[in-house]
Nanobody, 123 residues
């Protein structure tokens, strides 16, 4: 069983930055591609970013390119999401997820999910 625990969310003013972390239990972290998704109130869950097993390949939602950066540290079993120039519309619960394939933006393809961390951006 793989467990994912997100942290780093909180309240930030527009224009500020946050770094989310997702710690993954188990010895198989490096065998999973890792993704970040988010869900705002009343909206569907949407893709944010994904990183390959080695970290050599990344992909982002088009609307977030240039502001968000995904990275991973396989020695620490942790994936990160650096969020800069935050906007009120970035307010959402952010989830990390593990994918034994490399399905990219398709949430249904991910095998394991964390419980989410709230990010609130005030104007």
């Amino acid at each position: 069983q793989v467990q994912l625990v997100e942290s780093g969310g909180g309240l930030v003013q527009a224009g500020g930055s946050l770094r989310l972390s997702c710690a993954v239990s188990g010895r198989t972290f490096s065998t999973y591609a890792m993704g970040w998704f988010r869900q705002a109130p009343g909206k569907e869950r949407e893709f944010v970013a994904v990183i390959s097993r080695s970290g050599s390949s990344t992909a982002y939602a088009n609307s977030l390119k240039g502001r968000f950066t995904i990275s991973r540290d396989n020695a620490k079993n942790t994936v990160y999401l650096q969020m800069n120039s935050l906007k009120p519309e970035d307010t959402a619960v952010y989830y990390c997820a593990a994918d034994s394939k490399y399905s990219g933006s398709r949430a249904s393809e991910y095998d394991y999910w964390g419980q989410g961390t709230q990010v609130t951006v005030s104007s």
